[in-house]
Every structure is written in C-alpha cells, then in structure tokens.
C-alpha cells in the first residue's frame, strides 16, 4: 500500500526539542487525518496524537498531552510534530499515518497508510 515517510528523528538530550516531519508523494495528506505513534523497546505500539483532516482538531495521549504538538503544512503536503521537553522514556521509533477523516483518536487499526519510522534517542 502507500506509504507515509517520516523524518527528522535523532539523538538528543533530556529536556530538549525535536521535530518529525511526514510527508506522502502519491496522495494528499490533507485528505487524511494523521496520527503519530510510537513504539520503544521491548514495548507495545502506543498512539501519540492525531490530527484531523481539516486541521482544527487535535487530540493527545496522556503521555505526550502538553509537550507534543502537530501541526499541518498543506503547501507543503507535511504534517509535523513538534517534540518538546523530551524525556528518556520517548525513545522509540516514531510512525506517522494516515487515516480517514473522522478520525479523531490514534488507534492503529483505524490508519490505512503508514511509514517506515523514525528513531528518537533521548539520552539522560
């Protein structure tokens, strides 16, 4: 199927700022809602955020609620995540994907398209 391509992962200190971007060459990201997930080691996938297609809704897990923002460049066919105040415990490989647009909250089974994943190191 098609697929979604993150980038912008890294290694960075505790306390500091990182920002994903998701980008499709085949389709329109505006036509989609785009949530942001995550998976660490040795742990299950866990939904982080999701956008809706329009953009004026957002929606944030607990653990990312406050110090993650997405965002939506249609000009640019981006979405992004803005990570901040990043702690240890975000490591992990960081997936974006699409899903329809009543979409409103992260759950896997509801995204059709999906990216390979970037790698978010967050060192004590």
């Known amino acids: 199927q098609l697929q979604l391509v993150e980038s912008g992962g890294g290694l960075v200190q505790s306390g500091g700022s990182l920002r994903l971007s998701c980008t499709a060459s085949?389709?329109?990201?505006?036509?989609?809602?785009i949530g942001w997930f995550r998976q660490a080691p040795g742990k299950e996938r866990e939904g982080g955020s999701c956008l809706s297609s329009s953009g004026s809704a957002t929606y944030y897990t607990d653990s990312v609620k406050g110090r993650f923002t997405t965002s939506r460049d249609s000009a640019k066919n981006t979405v992004y995540l803005q990570m901040n105040s990043l702690n240890p415990e975000d490591t992990a490989v960081y997936y974006c994907?699409?899903?329809?647009?009543?979409?409103?909250?992260?759950?896997?089974?509801?995204?059709?398209?999906w990216g390979q994943g970037t790698q978010v190191t967050v060192s004590a």
């Open positions: 085949e389709f329109t990201l505006d036509s989609y809602a």
């Open positions: 994907a699409a899903g329809i647009p009543g979409t409103v909250v992260p759950v896997p089974e509801w995204f059709k398209y």
